[in-house]
């Protein structure tokens, strides 16, 4: 179960350079503050969960179900909602603030984006396909091969072709925290995460690997 979860915004990659000299792939988020906006509880909605809020949004641009949210809770309007099932509820409040310094430099985290959409690929990109000879009396470069058994007159589940590829939701899992800045609200983590700048990400401990001191 999780026990950590914060929404944020993807500023960029950059590098750093360890005490060794070596330098550091790493991504610069924009984490929180983020906002209680509900508590599920098991009695009432069937399990236990944490809505939180990032991005304070002018109540005019909100939907009419949204506005009676904030209203019925009483919190200041946001524009993203997300929710997270967390092994321990009691804790928080509606209303509470969560920063980035529930973080620590050195654990383990599982961060969700969506990565960039690159439209209609074919197989080659898309699949890693090899293609066939270039050459003029070749009739087959970059095509998929053949699709069907001898026997089976239809294209089998699963198979490989070509068709819309990246716009999808992505976790990467046991990136490791590399500097939490609580004043200007920045995780800095080792890695690549999903998605161009500006996307919208989710962190939360990691399932696997917890804490590292390196």
């Known amino acids: 179960m999780l026990h950590k979860f914060i929404v944020g915004k993807k500023i960029g990659m950059a590098q750093i350079y360890s005490s060794e000299g070596k330098a550091v792939p790493v991504t610069v988020i924009e984490a929180g503050p983020c906002v209680v906006v509900q508590k599920k509880a098991q009695a009432t ?3 236990g969960a944490l809505r939180l809020g990032f991005e304070a949004v002018k109540p005019q641009k909100l939907t009419s179900p949204e506005k009676g949210l904030f209203e019925k809770t009483k919190t200041q309007p946001v524009k ?3 929710e997270a099932r967390l092994d321990d509820i009691e804790g928080y409040q509606v209303g509470q603030e969560i920063k980035c310094d529930i973080f620590k430099a050195g654990e383990y985290v599982d961060i969700t ?6 439209g209609f690929a074919g197989v080659v990109k898309r699949h890693g396909f090899h293609r066939g000879p270039m050459a003029h009396g070749s009739k087959y470069h970059r095509g998929p091969g053949s699709l069907q058994s001898r026997d089976a007159a239809r294209v089998f589940k699963g198979r490989k072709l ?3 590829m990246g716009g ?3 976790t990467v899992q046991k990136l490791r925290v ?3 800045d609580p004043e200007n609200n920045i995780i800095i983590v080792r890695g690549a995460v999903p998605g161009a700048r500006g996307a919208l990400v989710t962190i939360k401990d990691t399932v696997k690997r917890k804490y590292s001191k390196a």
């Open 45 to 47: 909605d069937g399990y």
């Open 162 to 164: 070509p068709g819309r």
């Open 178 to 180: 590399v500097r939490v």
């Open 113 to 118: 984006g969506t990565s960039r959409g690159k």
């Open 168 to 170: 999808t939701r992505i």
């Open 80 to 82: 993203v909602l997300r």
